[in-house]
Structure formats: C-alpha cells, structure tokens
C-alpha cells in the first residue's frame, strides 16, 4: 500500500491510471463500518483509494475537533490488511491555504436535521468531499447511510454540478445489540452505552410498528420519543428519500432519522424503509 500526503502527488500518481477507482473518504479512527465501505468499493473497483482527514471545517467552535480519537498507526494497519491500494494521509495545511473558495451547502436542506444544531456544518463537508472527488477523480466513492443527511447532500452537490463520479451509498454496520458503529462511541461511559441502545431501540421500535400496518408519521414518532426517554433529542424525523417530510410512511421510499446526545456525545442513526 502506497502512503500519499500531498494532493498534488496523488493526482500525479493517479493520472495515468487507466483502471476503475472506487475511493472512501474517511476522518480516521476506523471501524467495521469503515471497512465495509472499503470491502464495497474492493468489490466494485479494480483500485482503492481511502482516504484519512480530520477535516476543520466542518466541526463548528467548541465542538470535538481537539479530542475526535486518532488512531494512526492502526487506521494505516486495517488500510493495508484490506487490501488498500492507496492511502490519503494529508495534514491540514496540505488541503486548505488563507481566503479559499468554498463549497456552501443548499439554504434549506443544509440547515436541517443535523444542519440545525451545527449551523455550517455542511458547508465543511461539502467543501472537503469536492475537494477529495477533484484530488482523486474516482469511477465511485462510498458513503455511509448511517449519515444520511450528509449521502443526501453530497448525492445533490453531485447531480446539482454535474460531477461524473457515481455516489454509492453502503449499509449501516451495528454492534451485535444493534448500536451503530461510530467513532465517537468511545465517548461513552459504561452507563452511556447502555442508554445509547435506546436510539437503535427506537427504530427498532418504528419499523415494528410498519410491518403491523401503522404508517402514520405523527404516532410512529412519538413511540419513538417514548422509547428514547429521558435522552435530549435533537429530532425524531419521518422523511422520504429526497428528504421531504412524509405524513404516513411509504415502503421503499423512507428514512427515520435520530439524533440524540447520550450525555455530552451527539449520536445519530436511521433505517432506511
Ligand atoms: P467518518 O470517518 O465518520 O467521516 O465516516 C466515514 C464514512 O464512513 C462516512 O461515509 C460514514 O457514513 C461511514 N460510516 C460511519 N459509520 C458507519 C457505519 N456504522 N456503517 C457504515 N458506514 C459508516
């Protein structure tokens, strides 16, 4: 496995490559979820490009930027023992210079949901993710439904300046009692991620409710509520592919999203219906 920091490098490295490119951006700390990204893109690609960037400007002030866990040498290891052919390792100053152009997330579908309580936030994640896409080039780059507001966006910034990379979206990958793998889940105390459970629990709980023929929005939420008390939630959202609100639920065509904070650590998760 090849180790890439400078952008300009890699875009060398990669130019005359005349194979298919499949390419996960990633911020480190990895995971199953992580590898079964990579696994998708071995699968679909003859070449694997992962990349690893704690990006600033998507984490608002005083959010976890300092702390968010690094785990070089191991995250360099579970790269090369899946088989990834490049790895893009930059620092901060490689990626961004003073007064840069950047990428500004859509007015609406940006500020809500997650956009809401990290005002901005997109606007990082879609500046860095163009920059990758315009580093790398590659055939398919691979996200997590896990974020779904974020696939959202990046799918729209995609068609919306009609970029030629396709965006596959990759399943969420679950702790055996169903906690979505995340790399704040170190966060948790032992009392933390118990309570933690119930953000899984909840949707858990929706799609129980659909298959004994309950759709209606309104009343799936607010069992979802019930189940996630006393937690502070940031939303329970009953929405449609494109992210529009649903008032009954259509098979094929939704997503229920969670946000929560399980003591100071934000956590989100959905099922995709
Ligand atoms: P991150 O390192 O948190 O920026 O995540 C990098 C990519 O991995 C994103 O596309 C995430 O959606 C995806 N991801 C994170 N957690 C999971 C998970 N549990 N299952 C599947 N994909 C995930």
Partial sequence: ????????????????????VGFVPTMGALHEGHISLIKKAKEQNEMVVVSIFLNPTQFLKGEDLEKYPKKDEADKKICSLSGVDVLFFPQTSDMYGVDEVS?????????????????????????????????????????????????????????????????????TVREKDGLALSSRNIYLNKDERVEALKVASSLRAASAMVSKGILNSHEIADSMREVLAPLEIFYVEILDREFNPLLHVEIGNTVILVEVNVGTTRLLDNIWL
């Fill in 103 to 171: 990428i500004l997330a859509p007015k609406v579908r940006g500020y809500v949901l997650e956009g809401q309580s990290r005002p901005g936030h997109f606007n990082g994640v879609l500046t860095v993710v163009m920059k990758l896409l315009n580093i790398v080039n590659p055939t398919r780059a691979y996200f997590g439904k896990k974020d779904a507001q974020q696939l959202n966006l990046i799918s729209l910034m995609v068609k919306q300046l009609f970029m030629s990379v396709e965006i596959v979206p990759v399943d």
């Fill in 1 to 20: 496995m090849k180790i890439i920091s400078s952008p300009l490098e890699l875009k060398e490295h990669l130019k005359n490559i005349k194979l298919s």
